[in-house]
């Protein structure tokens, strides 16, 4: 308990300093930056300690956490006393916390119980065992124990880490900082970027749906304070205010962090032995299951039957939903397509979980845009911004904080953001082409400026990413894509229809046309890439041809076949995109009877965000059955696995406001439909949690070690012996430890990864996904020739070439290799000496 209340107590600080700054920061939004303080004040301490650490004004210790926090509330202080006399700004914060005590209670609340309850989950099952746990504490422990930044990568020693690792730099200062070690910071992480989540989430729906009125403050020009807000007609003030936002923001946390995709309630329906065919010889047969194809759902239950599924890690399969296969009915291999809930679940501290409530933050960022914050005047060399200065270098530190911390990011922040300044200028001076103009105006100098604020990132970063290339073979198949998307598109189909049914605005030509037009330029990016690939790389594009036993226009008429017969994916995705864009480009003729200020509607303004929300969904989850980012893996496995998982964020905030909006303002019949379609979404969405949950902490029964979040724990348990080797290493003088390697996802690595110290070549398999892989060279080969030789100047050597200090053999290194340690006893001094590990150190 008391490191999980050493972090409740510092981060809630950390909020409580930093709101003076957000409640500048975010004049247009309700809660004026309240539920979003925890992490934009963890992004400001983060970002001004690594830019010192890595400057070298300051040292990775306490002192340059301390320097961190000093800035902060430096910027704090300043934003509370800059823009009016300090007694004036106190009044009016004061005056805030009295006006919001139930937001503030609520959100409090919030935060602790989800924090709490996701740090229980993890006591439960705390081991860094398995996938790419591993590899997330190796960075944690690295940056903990690297005497300057860059931080030094400890799975190829005289390296930095060449990774987005932002996030691992927030979780080693908040473990250095409450003297955590690294074993318990990647729980106590994980349960927070949960609690944070939660909040953010929380606090972006609450300011969609509460009315608001925004100031006048000193840096903003006029044309920023639209007139009280207007509602459409089917949402008179009396329904507005019926139901209070407080509680059906509650909504968002909910969809965004638990709710799960249909897999989990099919897992139960399975497991159950429905639209299974029993035959008399004790086979099964099924029609359903079988042309649903997925995995070991195609294959018959164990026996007996039963309502809970029983297969080892079955929880699995929900994150493995879209299959694919290549023109010859050959498997390909798994499509990753995850979701925030099956992340906790896994545990696993992967950028993608770590940038969650930082691509919140981004979501509100771009929602206090829209709304009317940083109205001003900012001159740039090729043309005029009309937002502040302030408002512009905030937008900057955000975006280019979320390219820190998981770059698949970057792309969907900055268009939200981008597209959000189009939309607000739109509710000012209408569409129309001058909006490409702003969109470039923004864009450009912001992205700009990001990479330029996060410059010592990019100077060592070296990214696998090799270019777009086309998806011929691989669309994803309507009824996948209803398995993993059905909980979410019900609520914004639903929607839509609410909107369409009480006759809101919609250009629905322009609508209709828009978005066959994006189908039309993704078919033909897919086509140029081809053509393009096919002159380019002929040899390349020749072993796929004859891989699939086709030549071109074989390939073509099979590919085009194939996207024929999956064609349920695209119209799903199209009945979504045609009805948004339509009400999206309806007229937003401004209010101009007051030449001076700019009076326009609340309503429409929250409906282009959300709207806008679904649109970049709904493209993300489209694209990527027509084109997708080349990497190491050679097919479309990551671009499905980080698009989807932005797109699941979008798409929860916009279902939990749709859901909010229905349950508040439907009346008789159709509120009798919505609501039991809504409580079988949520028995549907709620059944994978609930299930999984149990299964992963095996009911919540007292593991081996008890319950506590010190992964170490586990490793004192199994093996004692390099538990004690490792301890003794973290408070050995700093150097290279040499240790057996072998394949990724498994238990080579080890010694480097707990005692913090670098190790000559970790996992291969990730380095080569991370740098260039001859940077590797003969490192391999080199520690096996360390280990096996009876040379001792060979040995030595390979010592002096990659200075090695220590060298550890234990019970992996006998079994990878044929040990010969009578050199080791001759030349080299034993250090470290227990049961069956011992570590010789270089003089």
Not at 68 to 92: A, M, Q, R
């Amino acid at each position: 308990m008391i490191p999980f209340l050493s972090w409740y107590i510092l981060i809630t600080i950390l909020g409580w300093i930093t709101f003076p700054l957000a409640y500048r920061l975010f004049p247009a939004l309700t809660d004026r930056g309240y539920t979003l303080s925890r992490a934009f004040g963890l992004l400001v301490w983060g970002y001004v300690f690594w830019l010192f650490a890595s400057l070298g004004i300051a040292q990775n210790d306490i002192g340059g956490l301390l320097l961190g926090l000093i800035i902060l509330g430096g910027l704090s202080t300043w934003s509370f006393t800059s823009s009016v006399p300090f007694g004036d700004h106190k009044s009016e914060i004061l005056n805030w916390f009295s006006e919001n005590r139930r937001l503030i209670i609520t959100t409090e609340t919030l935060f602790l119980v989800a924090f709490g309850f996701m740090a229980f989950v993890r006591s439960a099952n705390p081991e860094i065992v398995g996938t790419e746990k591993p590899m997330e504490l190796m960075f944690i422990n690295g940056i903990m124990n690297s005497p300057t930044f860059p931080p030094r990568d400890l799975w190829l020693s005289g390296y930095s880490i060449s990774y987005y690792y932002f996030g691992y730099v927030m979780t080693s200062m908040l473990a250095m900082f409450t003297g955590v070690p690294g074993t318990m910071a990647f729980n106590l992480m994980i349960a927070l970027i949960f609690g944070l989540s939660a909040v953010g989430a929380y606090g972006i729906l609450y300011n969609l749906l509460a009315n608001h009125q925004l100031p006048i403050t000193k840096d903003q020009s006029p044309i920023s304070n639209p007139q009280p807000s207007t509602l459409a007609p089917h949402e008179s003030a009396g329904v507005e205010n019926r139901q209070s936002p407080i509680v059906n923001s509650l909504l968002a946390p909910l969809f965004l962090l638990i709710v799960s995709n249909v897999e989990g309630f099919l897992e139960v329906l399975h497991r159950k032995g429905l639209f299974w065919q029993f035959n008399a010889d004790g086979t099964a047969t099924s029609r359903f299951w079988t042309w649903l194809d997925m995995q070991e759902l195609s294959q018959a239950p164990s026996q007996p039957l039963g309502w809970t599924p029983e297969r080892y890690w079955w929880w699995w399969r929900a994150s493995r939903v879209v299959q694919d296969y290549d023109l010859t009915g050959k498997f390909t291999g798994d499509t990753i397509d995850e979701f925030p809930f099956f992340s906790y679940l896994l545990g696993d501290l992967h950028p993608h979980v770590l940038a969650m409530p930082f691509l919140l933050l981004s979501i509100a960022v771009a929602l206090n845009l829209l709304l009317g914050g940083w109205r001003g005047k900012m001159d740039l060399y090729f043309g005029q911004l009309r937002i502040n200065k302030t408002g512009f270098f905030a937008m900057a530190l955000v975006l280019g904080g979320l390219a820190f911390l998981n770059t698949w990011d970057l792309l969907v922040a900055a268009a939200l953001i981008v597209f959000s300044y189009a939309l607000a200028r739109v509710h000012e001076s209408g569409w129309g082409w001058e909006r490409v103009e702003d969109i470039v105006l923004l864009g450009i100098p912001l992205v700009l400026t990001s990479i330029v604020m996060y410059l010592p990132f990019y100077t060592g970063f070296d990214s696998q990413a090799g270019g777009i290339v086309p998806n011929f073979m691989y669309p994803t198949r309507g009824m996948h894509l209803w398995v993993m998307w059905g909980t979410l598109f019900v609520p914004v189909f639903a929607y839509l229809i609410y909107l369409w049914r009480n006759r809101t605005p919609a250009n629905w030509r322009a609508g209709t046309l828009t978005a066959l037009g994006f189908v039309l330029i993704l078919l033909a990016a897919m086509f140029v890439l081809g053509f393009l690939a096919l002159k380019l790389q002929p040899d390349l594009i020749n072993s796929i041809l004859a891989s699939q036993g086709l030549d071109t226009s074989q390939f073509i008429a099979e590919s085009m076949a194939r996207r024929f017969a999956y064609i349920g994916s695209l119209l799903t995705l199209l009945a979504i995109l045609i009805p948004t864009l339509s009400f999206l480009f309806s007229d937003h003729q401004p209010d101009t009877a007051d030449t001076n200020l700019s009076s326009f509607s609340l309503y429409a303004k929250r409906l282009s965000f959300v709207l806008l929300l679904i649109f970049l969904g709904t493209m993300l989850v489209l694209g990527i059955d027509f084109v997708y980012l080349r990497d190491q893996f050679g097919y479309r496995i990551n671009s499905v696995f980080k698009f989807y998982y932005e797109a699941w964020i979008l798409f929860s905030i916009a279902a939990a406001y749709g859901a909010a909006v229905l349950l508040r303002n439907l009346r008789g019949a159709a509120n009798g439909v919505f609501s039991i379609i809504f409580t079988l979404v949520l028995i549907i969405g709620l059944t994978y949690p609930v299930l999984g949950i149990l299964n992963k902490t095996n009911n919540f029964k007292k593991p081996p070690s008890g319950f506590t979040l010190d992964d170490f724990d586990r490793v004192q348990r199994e093996n004692p012996d390099e538990a004690a080797a490792m301890m003794w290493l973290r408070s050995a003088p700093d150097g290279v430890v040499a240790e057996a390697i072998g394949g990724q996802y498994s238990a080579f690595a080890r010694i480097s990864i707990y005692s913090g110290l670098p190790t000559v070549l970790g996992w291969p398999g990730h380095e080569g996904q991370w740098r260039e892989g001859a940077l590797q060279g003969s490192r391999e080969q080199d520690i096996e020739t360390l280990y096996s030789t009876p040379d001792w100047l060979t040995t030595q050597d390979i010592i002096n070439r990659y200075n090695i200090r220590y060298i550890v053999v234990g019970n992996l290194e006998h079994n990878a290799y044929r040990v010969n340690e009578e050199k080791f006893n001759n030349f080299l001094k034993p250090v470290f000496q227990q049961g069956t590990t011992i570590i010789y150190e270089v003089p």
